[in-house]
């Protein structure tokens, strides 16, 4: 689907999805080679690096058994839950996803984990916008699907220097 939108000329700088997607490693690899952005769910029982791990294939470690054929990283995976527990509160953050019959359905995430720096600045870069959408009253949505476009909505004077951008 994400192929099929950027050959109709779709424009868009990000790519979000829930734990069906995130959890699909084919599809988030698939993105990370188009050189795309993306923020996805994943389930608390899959294993993530803290740090970037070295892919090899071992050296055999016995005279029994098969050389081993298969890359292994060089450092265990840690699951999401266990990092979840050992987490401090201050890190989490609630998020309304939207109202129900039965009052509004909520999710708590941790927040200020991305795969890189760029990852994390497109996040502030986008957050920062939706809510100064919503702060100055516009449509969510629409003003996301004008800034998808190309054609953002500025509320604010774009020549003004804020005293500690320098």
Known sequence: MIVHQK???TRFNWVGGDGFYGHDIKF?????????NYMLDIHSTDGVYLQEP????????????????LPRADIPRIKVSDIAKN????????YTVRDTAKGPLVKQKISGCFRSKE????????????DTMRKNGFCILDAIGRAITGKAI????????YPHSG
């Open 7 to 9: 050959q109709k000329g």
């Open 28 to 36: 988030r690899t698939s993105i990370a080679s188009m050189g795309l």
């Open 87 to 94: 987490t401090p509160q201050q890190h989490w953050k609630t």
């Open 119 to 130: 990852g994390a600045v497109c996040f502030a870069t986008i957050r920062s916008y939706i």
């Open 54 to 69: 070295q892919i090899s294939v071992p050296e055999k470690t016995s005279k029994r058994g098969r050389k081993p054929v």
């Open 154 to 161: 500025m509320p604010f004077d774009a020549t003004f220097t």
